[in-house]
């Protein structure tokens, strides 16, 4: 028993290292500190995701609409232009729509104050993140 585990084991770590040796997704070459706003961009989009679901949890559109309009095309609006010319523009369309998708939220939120609706908006703009991190990946120069 332990040696069938073991060699399960062993062929899920080689599947996973031939996976990880296939990565297609384009390559966008940043400056440590483009990569640096980059990946704090993300992670404000993850934590508002949270917040927002969280916020869905208790029927609290106020919360919603809050933090929704905080990842807005305002919050976008303060890329450098440095940083704007190194990401492809496929890169920055789809960064665009994300921006454009918690706008959206934010003012349904305030005038419907419909959760499922939230919810529904929340799905669609998460799989334009998905859709961004399956096409690339972010490397520093």
């Known amino acids: 028993m332990k040696k069938l585990a073991f060699m399960l084991a062993a062929l899920v770590m080689h599947n996973a290292h031939a996976i ?4 297609t ?6 400056s440590p500190s483009h990569r640096a706003i980059v990946l704090t961009e993300m992670r404000q989009f993850l934590a508002g995701l949270q917040q ?4 869905l949890s208790s029927d609290d559109m106020e919360t919603v609409t809050r933090v929704a309009r905080s990842l807005g095309t305002t ?3 303060h890329m450098p232009t440095g940083l704007k010319q190194a990401l492809p523009q496929d890169f920055r ?9 918690f706008d959206q939220i934010a003012l ?12 529904s908006q929340l799905a669609q703009t ?7 991190h399956s096409r690339y990946q972010i490397r520093v120069e």
């Open 52 to 55: 927002i679901s969280q916020a």
């Open 25 to 30: 997704r384009k390559i966008i070459q940043l």
């Open 75 to 77: 919050m976008s609006q």
């Open 93 to 101: 369309k789809l960064g665009h729509s994300v921006h454009s998708s």
């Open 108 to 119: 349904d939120a305030e005038s419907l104050g419909d959760g499922s609706h939230t919810l």
């Open 20 to 23: 990880a040796e296939e990565d």
């Open 126 to 132: 998460i799989s334009g993140c998905v859709s961004c």
